[in-house]
């Protein structure tokens, strides 16, 4: 009977413990729940179950029951050329995957001829969205498809710049949408349409709220804090806290990063968030408990905290534990005060970059909640589990796993974060996506 159960909740792509459904996983907190998985990653590395072709994209996969889904950019015209500051043009078809979780084999191909006209073009950004039997599939141009996921048919579409006027960031529409109580959440842009909601199953706009002279590229998120559920908006300028249900603005606290940065999704525990970026902005912010309301806590500085882009920190156990752009270090810090603990390149750039001082080294980070480690997947392309205290870092493994094949300031890398699930993890460059079985 069991196996029964579990074949129907499969067949309906329904989420579980052991699903990946969305980015940083089911909760988008980073956190790892499943049980069963190694405490080790031996010198001959844990098992390669496949790998399969894929195409240019900086999205990470997502998991749901025997489907894994995946956006990628198949480019038929144009060269890549990372300039921060030029947009380049691609021609190209954007599609989105879906493959069998234990075979690797496409299960269907949702596609679309897509003209890319970006700083660092290399694919979506956005890592699908799976709620409901639905997927949620943000484009780098601001196209944002629901698609059924056992067939891939189309439900419906938003184009965020016709149908909202939202302008286009230099480096693309980057954020994860949000699914909850029957909502879509988005960043988009335009006049008062910064947050967007849409009815997850018609794509009709509930409400638009907050203006802003560029949307940044963070996702939305929710909290319960004051009393009420919030919805928490960082755009480039200010960190905005919302009624989710109507869109109105219950608080704003300036929070302006450079080159309108704001990436990385900010962190809660309790009542207090955390939320940084590139030119040393950051803050720990207080949640009022009686009200939604919010006040800073304290401010970054040059030497405290850590300044994070292309991946989001974690916090556990009071320690915030973050790759940092500048050193291109995963930083240790306080949650009280930003105090540094230790920093550390080697999970965050190769060795060969290391000492000319690189910037924007890239750590994805995911925390086993069980095993109390680390799961790293490092820009060089490397799988590391280690050991990360107040105290310091202890690596207990390493595993590569793929070739960097984009670049960044010269450097090859791969910028595209993991996903855990059914004891295995996913990870992929522009070329491939890898299954590793990480069972105890």
Not at 113 to 120: A, F, P, Q
Not at 240 to 245: D, E
Request: aromatic share 10%; hydrophobic share 40%.
């Amino acid at each position: 009977m069991k196996k029964i159960l579990t074949i129907l909740a499969a067949s309906v792509l329904v989420s579980s413990a052991d699903d990946w459904p969305r980015w940083m996983g089911e909760k988008a907190d980073g956190f790892w729940r499943e049980e069963g998985v190694r405490k080790d990653l031996p010198e001959g590395g844990a098992p390669v179950k496949w790998r399969v072709p894929v195409g240019w994209g900086y999205g990470g996969p997502a998991v749901v029951g025997d489907s894994v889904f995946l956006g990628d950019y198949q480019r038929s015209k144009g060269s890549l050329m990372n300039s921060p500051n030029k947009a380049v043009t691609w021609e190209g078809k954007e599609r989105l995957l879906c493959l069998d979780a234990k075979t690797g084999k496409q299960k269907w191909v949702y596609e679309v001829d897509r003209e890319y006209e970006l700083s660092y073009p290399g694919g979506p950004r956005a890592t699908p969205t799976v709620v409901d039997g639905l997927v949620y599939f943000l484009g780098a141009m601001g196209h944002l498809a629901c698609v059924d996921a056992k067939s891939g048919k189309l439900i419906w579409e938003k184009d965020f710049q016709k149908d909202l006027g939202a302008p286009l960031p230099i480096w693309g529409f980057s954020a994860h949408p949000l699914v909850a109580n029957g909502i879509v959440y988005c960043v988009a842009g335009g006049d008062g349409s910064v947050a967007v909601a849409l009815d997850a199953k018609t794509g009709e706009v509930k409400w638009k709220a907050l203006d802003a002279q560029t949307q940044g590229y963070c996702p939305p998120s929710l909290v319960e804090a004051g009393g009420v559920e919030q919805l928490i908006i960082w755009h480039a300028e200010a960190l905005n806290g919302l009624n989710p249900v109507t869109g109105e603005l219950y608080w704003s606290l300036p929070l302006k990063p450079t080159y309108g940065m704001s990436v990385m999704t900010p962190r809660v525990v309790g009542n207090k968030m955390f939320a940084s970026g590139i030119g040393r902005v950051g803050a720990m912010v207080k949640l009022d408990e009686k009200k939604p309301t919010a006040s800073f806590l304290w401010k970054g500085k040059p030497k405290t905290a850590m300044y994070c882009c292309n991946s989001t920190p974690l916090i556990v156990d009071g320690v915030i534990y973050g790759s940092d752009i500048r050193t291109s270090s995963v930083i240790a810090a306080s949650m009280e005060d930003g105090e540094r603990f230790w920093q550390s390149q080697e999970p965050s750039i190769a060795k060969d970059h290391r000492k000319g001082g690189g910037s924007h080294g890239t750590a994805f980070l995911t925390f086993h909640e069980e095993n109390k480690q680390f799961w790293i997947f490092g820009e060089m392309g490397d799988l590391i589990l280690a050991e990360m205290t107040k105290e310091g870092y202890k690596e207990l493994g390493r595993q590569h796993l793929l070739k960097p094949t984009n670049e960044v300031f010269g450097r090859p890398v791969v910028w595209s974060g993991p996903a855990f699930a059914g004891k295995s993890v996913y990870v992929r460059n522009d070329e491939e996506l890898v299954k590793v079985d990480l069972s105890e």
